[in-house]
């Protein structure tokens, strides 16, 4: 069993940053792909990034390139996200998700071991 928990979320203006951190335990195969989706009211769950395993490769939604990016550190177990340029669209819930190598990368469906999401605000 895997169980993924995120921290870092809270409350910035439009402008700032924040880093989320989602930390793996349990048995997580070295194969396994991580992301970061999201889920504001109303609306369904959409993908922001994801990063192999081997960390040589990182996949962006459109809409956060340039302001967003993900990285790891296979020694912690550790996934993050670091946000800059916030803007308020960018507020919900954000999601780490785990899924294997082969799963389609930006389809929550493909996904088998989320987190209980930590929730992002940005205000104008």
């Known amino acids: 069993q895997v169980q993924l928990v995120e921290s870092g979320g809270g409350l910035v203006q439009a402008g700032g940053s924040l880093r989320l951190s989602c930390t793996a335990s349990?048995?997580?195969?070295?194969?396994?792909?991580m992301a970061w989706f999201r889920q504001a009211p109303g609306k369904e769950r959409e993908f922001v990034a994801a990063?192999?395993?081997?960390?040589?490769?990182?996949y962006y939604a459109d809409s956060v390139k340039g302001r967003f990016s993900i990285s790891r550190d296979n020694a912690k177990n550790t996934v993050y996200l670091q946000m800059n340029s916030l803007k308020p669209e960018d507020t919900a819930v954000y999601y780490c998700?785990?899924?294997?190598?082969?799963?389609?990368?930006?389809?929550?469906?493909?996904?088998?071991?989320w987190g209980q999401g930590t929730q992002v605000t940005v205000s104008s």
């Open positions: 998700a785990a899924a294997p190598a082969w799963a389609p990368t930006m389809t929550p469906s493909g996904y088998n071991y």
């Open positions: 349990g048995r997580t195969p070295s194969t396994y792909r």
């Open positions: 990063i192999r395993w081997s960390g040589d490769t990182t």
